[in-house]
């Protein structure tokens, strides 16, 4: 029995990534399946779900991505200029696209992040590590946004999932994400870089980490820059918000703006759960649970989380083509150069 376990232990050390990548796929794929399954019982349902549908409120839906795009590559795009590194805004658009590409499609090991950090690197000569940093601080604040609209929707009345309040755990993730972000803007200020340098392990992490940790250590000097950071952020999450209620109202689903500063939120730091691939499946299903909790009907809400799915699998498209013409634009670039 013990071979038997040795054996197991050594083939998933070895296969590890190929592993965990397969069954997040089979995941995100099996809670898309369920979603479809156990909503709509059969073609007709769907037909009758999509009857009466809003083109034009879905492409309005729709359309807040470009914001999205615009402001990531904005919100990028100032902190890199703190870093002394100038990109335009079109070229980290494309990066961010690309992003999405390599998140919704690629099941491996480089998310769409570690493209983008990739990517600046390449471009700039920027130390991979402090490209890295920069989309830290950029995701940090994110999930900051996030936090400060669960908040809000907190104090609008929206306390309970399912009938189990929904307080503590939303008030601690907003500490912790605050706090977080503190200690990253300010590394040193628990001195635990002068503990961790007496322990012989760490102190070989800081080394390897040094880039990173100057890196956060210059954020402490723009603070007016963190400000309109987290301002860029909130701005990001609310295009998600109006994304979100745009679709809803496309299908006739009657849950208020207000409804949906609570879900969108809460579905966002859902999805950050490592389970599936880029949060698929857990994201469409935790958006089902939580309109209908709020009184959707059970095909609507279904239909409209697939149509969310289907609007962030189109962008992945668009990245995945400017991905595959972006050598060809930068050969022929050289070539009208030379």
């Known amino acids: 029995m013990k071979k038997i376990f040795i054996k197991i232990r050594d083939f ?4 590890k990534k190929i ?37 034009l409120l879905i492409l309005l839906s729709a359309a ?38 390599f998140n919704n499609f690629l099941p491996t090991s480089i998310g769409g992040d570690v493209y983008r950090a990739y990517d600046v690197a390449k471009k700039t000569g920027f130390p991979m590590s402090s490209s890295v940093s920069v989309l830290v601080v950029e995701r940090l604040s ?28 939303i008030l601690i993730f907003l500490a912790l994400s605050i706090i977080i972000f503190f200690l990253i803007l300010n590394p040193n200020i628990l001195g635990l870089h002068k503990i961790a340098k007496k322990i012989k392990f760490l102190a070989k992490l800081l080394e390897k980490l040094r880039n990173v940790y100057t890196t956060f250590l210059t954020f402490k000097k723009y603070k007016w ?12 999450q609310f295009a998600v918000i109006v994304n979100y209620w745009l679709a809803s109202r496309a299908l006739g689903i009657n849950l208020d703006l207000t409804a949906f500063i609570f879900i ?15 949060g698929i499946g857990v994201r469409e299903g935790s958006l089902v649970f939580m309109m209908v909790s709020l009184g959707a009907q059970n095909a609507k809400a279904a239909m ?4 969310l799915f289907a609007m962030l699998l189109i962008m992945g498209v668009i990245g995945g083509m400017i991905y595959a013409i972006r050598p060809f634009l930068a050969k022929k670039e050289k070539d009208r150069l030379v």
């Open 225 to 236: 820059v963190m400000v309109k950071l987290i301002f860029y952020s909130l701005t990001l």
């Open 64 to 101: 807040t991505h470009i914001y999205g795009i615009w402001i990531t590559a904005f919100r990028w795009q100032t902190l890199l200029k703190t870093q002394n590194i100038k990109l335009s805004i079109l070229s980290l658009s494309s990066s961010t696209l690309i992003g999405q590409f």
């Open 264 to 278: 969108v939120p809460v579905v966002s730091i859902l999805s950050m759960l490592p389970i599936s691939l880029g």
């Open 12 to 15: 998933y050390r070895k296969y």
């Open 304 to 307: 409209c989380s697939l149509l």
């Open 142 to 169: 994110g999930i900051i946004a996030s936090a400060v609209f669960a908040v809000a929707a907190l104090f609008l009345g929206f306390t309970k999932i399912g009938g189990k309040s929904v307080i503590i755990p």
């Open 19 to 55: 592993i965990n990548t397969t069954l997040r796929i089979l995941i995100s794929a099996g809670l898309i399946a369920y979603l479809i399954i156990s909503q709509f019982k059969d073609f007709s349902t769907i037909a009758s779900t999509l009857k009466d549908i809003s083109i």
